[in-house]
């Protein structure tokens, strides 16, 4: 079994030293983003960066960025420089799946400002199709929801609520995620369009053509995907 720790870290850690003094930053969130907020914190701990700001993605991500020593600032309609965040599933055209963390909304709203947005993940995430291992999550509002998920299984048959005890899942932003399953064939720009034009979802976890590359790390080494 192989520790995807480690590789976790190596691709942070690449795709962290493309952050430079001054820029405002968006800060992902899960496991491997967690990574990148450390190296961030570091190296402006030990003077190698200045001026760096970051938005964060999370209430987690927040938390932490502060703890490192990384200024935090709100969203507004500014340019981010860069935003480093990870995936749940990589395409080979470096299409996403994100939000099996829960964090899909407030990713989307940071990262479709960001003049670059850097994915880093490990070797499991790259597949040949989105929905090959992960679920799609859905956002959707809770007044209503099970009429949500009615309306979602006549576009996407298989799927279910996250919830990981007995009530829902509830996002920073007080939504619920319907986890979908995607059909193995299809357009998958349609179906976006079609699932965000449901009444009662609030976003998907599709990020279509937004990241400028990946670092994939591997037993082998990181490799570096470009769009």
């Known amino acids: 079994m192989i520790d995807l720790e480690p590789l976790k870290k190596e691709a942070a850690l690449r795709a962290a030293g493309l952050v430079e003094s001054g820029m405002r930053v968006g800060l992902g969130t899960g496991s491997t983003a967690k990574y990148a907020i450390e190296e961030i914190g570091r190296r402006l701990a030990t003077g190698e960066l200045r001026g760096v700001v970051g938005v964060s993605t999370s209430e987690a991500s927040t938390v932490l960025a502060r703890e490192v020593g990384i200024p935090v600032e709100p969203l507004d309609p500014r340019l981010l420089d860069l935003a480093i965040d990870g995936a749940d599933e990589i395409a080979p055209n470096l299409d996403l799946i994100k939000g099996l963390g829960g964090a899909l909304l407030r990713e989307k709203l940071t990262e479709v400002q960001a003049r670059r947005l850097i994915i880093i993940a490990d070797h499991s995430k790259v597949v040949s199709r989105l929905g090959e291992k992960a679920p799609l999550p859905v956002e959707i509002a809770p007044f209503g929801f099970l009429s949500t998920i009615e309306r979602l299984r006549r576009i996407v048959p298989g799927g279910r609520l996250r919830q990981p005890g007995t009530q829902p899942y509830v996002t920073d932003n007080g939504n619920y995620i319907y986890d979908a399953q995607l059909p193995a064939q299809g357009d998958i720009a349609a179906l976006e369009r ?20 990946a670092f994939v790390a591997s037993p082998e080494g990181v490799r570096e995907l470009t769009r």
């Open 194 to 213: 079609e699932l965000k034009g449901t009444l009662g979802v609030v976003e998907t976890g599709l990020f279509l053509g937004m990241a400028e590359r």
